[in-house]
């Protein structure tokens, strides 16, 4: 069985690893499956906090709900490629402004997406971040690879971290009930269960 502690150790990273400006890949439920080094770089998260988590990390819980809900039924219902100017934050909850550009990585034009590949950059520099991604998108032994390593490494993220485990990394990295509600799409309520079993988890003992 295939088991995930790091999201940077796989084929396709080859490729995305050569463009200077920070690249995730998420799977069909949106989950991180890859970053690439210029993000670890610029957002400060090392890619074994990621596994199991959501894009949705990385925008700040006060940021427009109607442009969040318009870019999820744009991009993960609708399947369309989506790009604009957002607000994101660093691990250090350090705010900066980026353009967004998220397309949906297709086996051929009639099929689903398989994958969305994410790109942000300093608005001034999306002339140049459209270039890195047109090469990327060019690029047929990415494809290649990205099809054949991407259903056991998304089955394997899900293993690793399903919501439960993924709301307890976040609870054990400090962000805050609201925080988490946001990041992950749940209720607060829900979120206080999950930190609720976590201070009462026995510990085990000594036989």
Known sequence: ?????????????????????????TDRDNRFV?????????????????????????IPRHSSKRMLAGFEEQVLRQYSRWEGEVLNRRRDN?????????FPLRLN??????????????PEQRMEMLTEVVAVLAD???HGALQRALPTLSAAVGAAAPRQAAIQKLCRMGFSTKEIAHIMGVSPSTVGVVRWRLRT??????K
Not at 47 to 57: A, M, Q
Not at 109 to 122: D, K, M, N, R, S
């Open 1 to 25: 069985m295939t088991t995930i502690s790091n999201l940077t150790d796989v084929p396709y990273g080859l490729v995305l690893n050569r463009v200077p400006f920070p690249m995730t890949l």
């Open 34 to 58: 890859f970053v690439n080094e210029a993000f670890v770089h610029r957002y400060g998260f090392l890619s074994r906090d990621l596994v199991g988590l959501t894009p949705r990390l990385l």
């Open 94 to 102: 350090e705010t900066f402004r980026v353009h967004l550009s998220v």
């Open 109 to 122: 034009e009639q099929a689903e997406p398989i994958a969305f590949l994410g790109v942000t950059c300093p």
């Open 140 to 142: 047929q032994w990415f």
């Open 201 to 206: 988890k026995p510990t085990s003992k000594a």
